[in-house]
């Protein structure tokens, strides 16, 4: 008979490239989730798992294993919820994730607020641009900005956001300002590479309706936000930043907005509640305390 406890471990298995990985997400050793992988093997008489100098592969067994083991532990998660529900509290664990520059502004602050409240609730935050597919569908809600490509899980909007087009003064007084979309091309520009999009293409909508893509050749690049922020304040190029982040170096003159006129695709605050995430008090309560903390909109005060 396999326990909830081995349901747990090869689910983290199933969701990591590595049984190293598989530890750090549980929290032991990797000799410790081998011992116990090769206890559960034997105690069904079956191969789950074939490892190789490229990592893991789940075999036919355990792909059948894992899609239950998910399934239980979700059904199991639920009957703890609704049980504490009955006690008038929330309890269990809930994992989140968000993107690190946002997630330390906003997130990080109302994981203690949260706690405050919700003491018998474990909170495991996780800041990454880039999460992997085993940290996302392990997660209970992960914050993205920007449009969402899994259509497997269900997806809330928390916030409006823009993409703005800005450049600091400095820049500004030796480049000029570009007046529509077209001259982009024989500017200095910075990219952020992030969410595996197309960041050379920035694509604008007109007054009018009317449509504008640019490929732009960058000047400069990074795969951090705050890099190509702050190469933008030191007046090295013209960027593309979220409202959300620029909005005080607007308000401030640090940055100027460029071709107000000319829209960027909006990147709205999402969550994502993952498919091991189903609904329950913990989860609800977190994100209505997300929804009133961004209510009103904290950076269209000073963008707008």
């Known amino acids: 008979m396999l326990t909830a406890d081995d349901l747990e471990l090869f689910a983290a298995i199933g969701s990591s490239p590595s049984l190293a990985a598989a530890a750090r997400a549980l929290g032991v050793t990797p000799p410790a989730v081998s011992q116990r992988l090769t206890l559960i093997e034997r105690r069904l008489g079956l191969k789950l798992v074939e490892r190789d100098g490229k990592g893991l592969r789940i075999t036919a067994d355990g792909e059948l294993l894992l899609d239950r083991s998910n399934d239980i532990l979700t059904r199991l998660s639920v009957l703890r919820e609704e049980l504490a529900e009955r006690r008038g509290g929330a309890s269990g664990e809930l994992r989140l994730v968000a993107?690190?520059?946002?997630?330390?502004?906003?997130?990080?602050?109302?994981?203690?607020?949260?706690?405050?409240?919700?003491?018998?609730?474990?909170?495991?935050?996780?800041?990454?641009?880039?999460?992997?597919l085993g940290i996302a569908s392990a997660s209970d809600i992960l914050i993205r900005i920007g449009e969402s490509r899994d259509s497997d899980q269900l997806a809330t909007v928390i916030a409006p956001n823009r993409r703005l087009l800005c450049a600091a003064p400095a820049y500004l007084r030796k480049h000029g300002a570009p007046a529509d979309p077209s001259v982009l091309r024989e500017h200095r520009c910075i990219a952020l590479r992030e969410n595996d999009e197309d960041v050379t293409l920035w694509r604008f909508k007109g007054p009018k309706g009317e449509q504008a893509s640019v490929r732009i050749t960058p000047?400069?690049?990074?795969?951090?936000?705050?890099?190509?922020?702050?190469?933008?304040?030191?007046?090295?190029?013209?960027?593309?930043?979220?409202?959300w982040d620029v909005a005080d170096d607007l308000a401030a003159g640090r940055l100027v907005r460029l071709m107000p006129d000319w829209g960027l695709p909006d990147a709205d605050i999402t969550a994502l509640l993952g498919r091991r995430g189903a609904r329950s008090a913990r989860i609800d309560d977190f994100l209505e305390l997300l929804r009133q903390s961004l209510r009103p909109v904290p950076w269209r005060a000073v963008t707008d």
Do not use: M
Not at 104 to 131: E, F, G, M, N, W
Not at 231 to 239: H, K, Q, R, V, Y
């Open 219 to 243: 000047c400069l690049s990074s795969n951090d936000g705050e890099v190509t922020k702050a190469l933008a304040l030191d007046g090295l190029g013209i960027t593309v930043r979220s409202e």
């Open 99 to 132: 993107p690190f520059g946002f997630g330390r502004r906003h997130i990080a602050p109302l994981v203690a607020r949260y706690h405050a409240h919700r003491q018998d609730v474990r909170v495991d935050l996780t800041l990454s641009d880039r999460p992997g």
